[in-house]
């Protein structure tokens, strides 16, 4: 016997018996994203290598390490997208989406990321995301609205109280630089110490350290000088109104001056949504103002805000919080029949039934009335019927209701009539 090939390592089969977990998401996202005013976009799955180096940035885990990247056969390099940001930037530059009505308000739903990573809970090779992109509004209100979008989904399922908003601001170029200097001055004492990758991002990006998974890095980086003194009077003004609004509002948050984020292209805030019951990928919703990032990828500036939110961490958290999803119906109506012969006749019976929105299955493997009737059961059918040779005659059906473990007689040709009464 051939044996079975198996998935790709870090990826996962989402399966029949818990789809239901992902409509609801998705419709519970739809639903909230209207509220809010945000419209969907979808891009592709994959892009132009050089999209993500420039719009995630070389000095990222992403970009040196994490990339799914291919040349196809006119020797171009694409890449499977390890997030929506660089690509709804792409496609808001190309089909000029600046030009319209200004604050631009999209979002992404699921949308599908490929990173290399050692597989492990919470972190998978492709997984999906939830995000949204706000262009044109640089206020501390639009980053309020922005966070205020996931901190609503949250409480929306009821786990608003599980998780901690994480709060700081990386600053803009002007007080980074300075910042930068005091940090690499800290750093150099620690060169040796450093973990490989970190030593080598030292004169590009020092402030990854903060993101570093290694121990030793971390314990290094909780002695570094830290952003919040560093914050040029604008800068601190706009974070300031932010923490503001967020009070104002009794939305909960602590500042975190270690939170700088992965992605090179963030500017002001960050913020992340942490849960402490999720394990070491404790991290649900990552997102900060990117301002530079429109130009860097050929725009004229045009200031974003943004998150992107892991629907598999999310699952989790609410598994976890003992969440109950609503299940998807099972089918209503199962009808059955006494022999082949009655094939098309069931076939325009649940036509009619299905039609009519009622959903319906029919026998289509021959098996004996017993054994209808045990499948009608397993099924869940709500109601469940018998045709044959008498019921042809009469124009009359018996009827099960399974749940309520009664019977009741309908005509044949008004059977969807004594459905839809019920
Ligand atoms: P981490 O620090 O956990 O690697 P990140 O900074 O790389 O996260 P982002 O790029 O900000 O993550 O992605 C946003 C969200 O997407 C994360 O908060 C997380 O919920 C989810 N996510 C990121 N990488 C993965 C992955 N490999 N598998 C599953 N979910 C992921
Ligand atoms: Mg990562």
């Not at 992403?62 to 690509?87: C, N, W, Y």
């Not at 009077?233 to 939170?259: K, M, N, W, Y």
């Not at 919080?321 to 009808?335: D, M, N, R, T, W």
Request: proline residues 5%; negative net charge.
């Amino acid at each position: 016997m051939a044996s079975i090939i198996r998935l790709p390592k870090g990826t996962r089969d989402i399966l029949p018996d818990e789809i239901h977990k992902w409509y609801h998401i998705e419709e519970v996202v739809r639903r909230l994203c209207q509220d809010f005013g945000y419209r969907e976009i979808r891009t592709p799955v994959f892009e132009s290598t050089d999209l993500f180096v420039r719009g995630v940035g070389d000095t990222t885990d992403i970009v040196q390490k994490e990339m799914f990247t291919l040349v196809d056969a006119g020797g171009r390099s694409l890449t499977l997208r390890p997030e929506g940001t660089s690509p709804v930037v792409r496609a808001v530059l190309e089909n000029s989406l600046y030009a319209g009505p200004m604050p631009l308000k999209l979002y992404y739903n699921p949308l599908t990321c490929y990173r290399a990573e050692k597989p492990q809970a919470g972190r998978q090779r492709e997984f999906h995301q939830f995000g949204v992109e706000l262009f044109g509004a640089a206020t501390p209100a639009a980053d309020a609205e922005v966070i205020l979008v996931a901190y609503e989904l949250f409480r929306r399922f009821g786990l608003a109280e599980r998780l901690l908003l994480k709060l700081n601001s990386i600053g803009c170029p002007t007080c980074r630089a300075a910042y930068r200097e005091a940090l690499l001055s800290y750093l150099e004492q620690y060169r040796q110490e450093l973990c490989d990758t970190c030593r080598q991002r030292m004169d590009k990006n020092p402030m990854r350290v903060f993101d570093c998974k290694s121990e030793i890095c971390q314990g290094i980086a909780q002695g570094a000088p830290l952003i919040t003194s560093y914050l040029c009077d604008a800068c601190r003004e706009h974070f300031e109104g932010l923490q503001q609004t967020l009070s104002a509002l009794e939305i909960p948050f602590e500042v975190d001056p270690t939170i700088v984020r992965g992605l090179d292209y963030y500017r002001r805030t960050v913020f992340e949504f942490v849960s402490d019951d999720i394990g070491a990928q404790s991290t649900v919703c990552g997102g900060g103002r990117y301002d530079g990032l429109v130009e860097e990828l050929g725009g004229d500036p045009l200031p974003g805000i943004g998150f992107g939110l892991g629907i598999e961490r999310l699952i989790m958290s609410l598994e976890r919080a003992g969440y109950v999803f609503p299940e998807l119906p099972a089918v209503e109506v199962y009808v059955g029949m006494t022999d082949a012969s009655l094939d098309v006749l069931t076939t325009k019976l649940v036509t009619e039934l299905r039609r009519a929105g009622i959903s319906a299955e029919k026998d289509i493997v021959g098996r004996s009335v017993k054994a209808q009737m045990k499948y009608a059961d397993k099924l869940g059918a709500h109601y469940a019927l018998i045709v044959g040779q008498n019921e042809v005659d009469t124009g009359r059906v018996t009827v099960k209701d399974m749940q309520k473990g009664e019977s009741f007689e309908a005509a044949l040709d008004g059977l969807k009539e004594a459905l839809l009464a019920r």
